[in-house]
């Protein structure tokens, strides 16, 4: 493991598709690109998430974030105010964004910020792309504010690189604030005071909808389901049924058009079928409607490694709605 990489040769790690740990003024974060399926689906696997959640996807700048999201007037203004700095916005991804479909975790929206650290800053000039960057340790594990404490933090894959940059300063979570036309929503509260937020939109924030319960990490992205029923664990797609499959599917899908079956991994790599997961269900849904199919079978998935998370959100896909 490098300590104390450089900005270049960390930059072309991320352009690869690997891993490197960077300092920003929150927390460390577990760096990669964010435009990257199969670079995004490792930082979930080094975390050992139990569940896709989406991640902030970290910005040099305000120009930068215009690529990749809609940004109404209240947003532009929040931006002026506090960034780069500890304020994350949740905003629509833009239609023609290159984001990882992981990153927003199938969601039409994208976590966006600029962290106010100038290593993370130059990284992300330097790499030229959107930075997934959730904190450098192990789900469950408190997150860490010193590379010493990455280190320690057991990460389940090792990350290429890391940038020490010294303790971090506000060493908590960034604030997020949802922007949906001209109603702000405190998702989660953090570096940026909620007092200064309201001061600089000159109303309250929003609650969100129970806000009297903790927010479950990933908990927002529970909305997200196909129109199509998913009919899990299927050992094979009957009339009338899209197939998303998994491994060898050879003799699974009888006579069926072949354009209505997707596999997540022919291999039976997980990491593969991470990166897959939402563009196909996505894909087959869309299919599901111009075909008139009525449901998706999917084929059982196995559960190590993100095969948790894969069936956490196949289940919740699946679970029945009102
Ligand atoms: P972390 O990167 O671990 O600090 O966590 C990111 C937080 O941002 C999680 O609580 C996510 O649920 C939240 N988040 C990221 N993207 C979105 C989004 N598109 N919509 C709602 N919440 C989001
Ligand atoms: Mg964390």
Redesign the pocket.
């Known amino acids: 493991m490098t300590s104390n990489a450089d900005i270049t040769n960390a930059a072309a790690i991320i352009r690869a598709g690997g891993l490197v740990v960077m300092p920003t003024e929150t927390v460390y974060?577990l760096a990669a690109d964010a435009t990257n399926d199969d670079a995004v689906a490792k930082i979930f696997e080094a975390k050992g998430r139990p569940r896709f959640?989406?991640?902030?996807c970290h910005v040099a700048d305000a120009e930068m974030a215009a690529h990749y999201v809609v940004v109404p007037p209240l947003a532009q203004k929040l931006i002026d105010a506090f960034w780069p700095g500890p304020l994350?916005l949740?905003l629509p991804r833009r239609a023609d964004a290159k984001l990882s479909l992981l990153v927003?975790?199938g969601?039409d929206?994208?976590?966006v910020r600029a962290p106010g650290h100038d290593s993370a800053r130059a990284l992300i000039r330097a790499a030229d792309r959107p930075l997934a960057?959730?904190?450098a340790n192990r789900s469950g594990r408190i997150?860490p504010t010193t590379a010493q404490h990455v280190r320690e933090g057991q990460l389940l894959i090792e990350p290429d690189a890391i940038i020490d940059g010294g303790p971090c300063r506000v060493g908590i979570?960034?604030t997020?604030v949802?922007v949906d036309g001209d109603i702000a929503t405190l998702?989660?509260p953090g570096g940026a005071a909620r007092e200064e937020i309201e001061r600089v939109i000159g109303a309250p924030l929003n609650s969100p909808p129970q806000a009297d319960k903790p927010?479950a990490?990933?908990?927002?992205?529970s909305h997200y389901a196909p129109r199509a029923t998913l009919r899990l664990n299927a050992a094979h797609a009957e009339a009338g049924e899209a197939f998303l499959g998994f491994g060898d599917i050879s003799g699974h899908i009888k006579g069926k058009d072949a354009s209505a079956a997707m596999n997540l991994s022919e291999a039976s790599d997980m990491r593969e079928a991470a990166a897959n997961l939402f563009r196909y269900l996505r894909t087959l849904d869309e299919r599901c409607q111009t075909l008139g199919l009525s449901a998706i079978a999917v084929a059982p998935i196995p559960r190590d490694g993100l095969g948790e998370a894969i069936n956490d959100r196949l289940t919740r896909a699946a679970a029945p709605r009102g």
Do not use: H
Request: aromatic share 0%; hydrophobic share 50%.
């Open positions: 974060g959640n989406p991640l902030i994350t949740v927003s975790a969601l929206t994208a976590a960057a959730p904190s997150s979570e960034s997020i949802k998702l989660r927010l990490p990933g908990m927002l992205a």
